[in-house]
């Protein structure tokens, strides 16, 4: 039964009408990264579960850091607990007050948030330098999260990873749910806390820039093609290229002159957005597509099937929320604000 689902979502079978949707409505990979960019991409609720992975539980907490109306809190707070990111614990009786713990889907999300803040320390920190100083407790080093390979532990990049169909692989009809907004302005954000992580969701936490920059890492270059596979209406794939190629994420290049075509190629900075890429795609994939994978990817290093895992760039062991020291780099603008 699996089989025919795949060779029908592959377009091989005469699928008679019971496919859910005619052959010519517009498809898109599988990937449970529409879920992934929907939740993360939204600023209050990145925000939210930053706090947490500092360890923030309380109501009064998440409100006295981040200054967000109380009405917002308590419905991300809401939302997300039935995501299953958050889960309410009661820590008093009387009088009867709970707090929010992350799940493990939640605590999860750590290796994500590294990534991005690797990405905005290396690209987005500017003459400031990083925010925070990372001190991995177990190697007592100063450190830095890399983006490895799971079976030899080394740092993976975009040339040296290849990928192949997963049993999840096929594609699915493009759900059209017009609720694409892009995140709210990450200035707002950095208004409680300079972070990196912020600066990299800036450019990653966009939906339909995530949908082309993952056609980029899949080898699609070209705007017809880019648009074909992701069902992105031309207007917006045209401003998603320009602000991308304004980011520094993708060069434009000529490669037709009558008419005139260009193609997009990814840039140094474009290409390092590989690591937090994969690393939330993985994230996606494990807690939205359960046993079925949809994209398998090989180490061409060690030639191993891999999972990307975050480790220090000295002792090689990955990294967890509770295994982590923080220092803030430069003064924290809610310090004295008090
Ligand atoms: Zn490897
Ligand atoms: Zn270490």
């Known amino acids: ?24 409505e517009p498809r898109e990979r599988n990937c449970s990264v ?49 995501q299953g990111l958050l889960r309410q614990v009661q820590y008093s009786d009387r009088p009867v007050r709970s707090e929010y713990r992350l799940t493990k889907m939640g605590m999860d999300l750590y290796p994500v948030f590294l990534s991005f803040l690797r990405f905005g320390d290396d690209w987005e920190s500017g003459r400031k330098g990083p925010p925070l100083q990372l001190t991995h407790l177990e190697c007592g080093a100063e450190c830095k999260p890399e983006v490895s390979c799971s079976h030899c532990r080394q740092a993976v990049t975009i040339s040296r990873v290849s990928y192949r169909d997963g049993p999840g692989a096929g ?31 800036r450019i990653i936490g966009d939906y339909w820039s995530f949908m082309v920059m993952r056609e980029g890492f899949f080898g699609v270059t070209r ?25 520094d994420v993708f060069e434009r290049r000529k490669y037709q002159d009558a008419p005139e075509r260009f193609e997009y190629r990814f840039t140094a900075k474009g290409r390092d957005l590989y690591q937090p890429m994969i690393a939330m795609l993985r994230w996606g994939d ?28 000295k002792c090689r062991e990955p990294l967890h929320a509770r295994g982590m020291k923080y220092v803030m780099r430069y003064p924290d603008p809610l310090k004295g604000k008090k």
């Not at 689902?5 to 010519?24: D, E, I, V, W």
């Not at 494990?286 to 760039?313: A, G, N, Q």
Request: proline letters at 7%; glycine letters at 6%.
């Open 171 to 201: 594609t699915s009809p493009l759900e059209r749910t017009g609720r694409r907004r892009r995140p709210s302005d990450p200035t707002r954000i950095e208004q409680s806390r300079p972070c990196s992580v912020a600066r990299t969701l």
């Open 1 to 24: 039964m699996r089989i025919n689902a795949l060779k029908k979502s592959k377009g091989y079978a005469q699928a008679p009408s019971k496919s859910r949707a005619p052959s010519s």
């Open 34 to 82: 529409g879920r992934t960019v929907d939740l993360l991409g939204d600023s209050w609720t990145f925000m939210i579960l930053r706090e947490c992975l500092f360890g923030a539980r309380r109501f009064e907490s998440f409100q006295s850091v981040l200054g967000l109306p109380r009405g917002t809190l308590a419905t991300r707070l809401k939302k997300l607990t039935s």
């Open 286 to 313: 494990k807690w939205f597509s359960r046993e079925e994978p949809p994209l398998l990817l090989t180490h061409l290093d060690c030639k191993h099937d891999f999972d990307p895992v975050v480790v220090c760039d």
């Open 223 to 247: 705007f017809d093609e880019i648009q074909s596979n992701i069902g992105i209406a031309p207007n917006i794939l045209t401003d998603r290229l320009n602000r991308l190629v304004r980011d």
